[in-house]
Nanobody, 115 residues
Framework: QVQLVESGGGLVQSGGSLRLSCAAS????????VTWYRQAPGKQRELVAS???????NYADSVKGRFTISRDNGKNTVYLQMNALKREDTGVYYC?????????WGQGTQVTVSS
């Protein structure tokens, strides 16, 4: 089966950086689009950034200019580079990839930004 695994989360101080990875396995077909979401305690899940197979990208206004989404199709991996992190960025980050009309979700990775 297709599986997505997120990694790279952790504890970081405000102003710091993290790079998240979303690695896909079980498919030779490129996932498109791939989207990063996040969910903070007590809040709804929100879209963070997305990328298509031809590298078209979109970002939430709250992260534009600070986050960068990219992909390495040879490794079947999508990255989210997060700079200038704020406390508001805290949450569980999930990646979603679509293959042949079906969405696949990872289990999430925790990002905690402290003062």
């Amino acid at each position: 089966q297709v599986q997505l695994v997120e990694s790279g989360g952790g504890l970081v101080q405000s102003g710091g950086s993290l790079r998240l990875s979303c690695a896909a396995s079980g498919t030779a077909i490129i996932l498109s689009p791939v989207t990063w979401y996040r969910q903070a305690p007590g809040k709804q899940r929100e879209l963070v950034a997305s990328i298509t197979s031809d590298d078209n990208t979109n970002y939430a206004d709250s992260v534009k200019g600070r986050f960068t989404i990219s992909r390495d199709n040879g490794k079947n991996t999508v990255y989210l580079q997060m700079n200038a992190l704020k406390r508001e960025d805290t949450g569980v980050y999930y990646c979603r990839g679509n293959r042949l009309g079906t969405d696949y979700w990872g289990q999430g990775t925790q990002v905690t930004v402290s003062s």
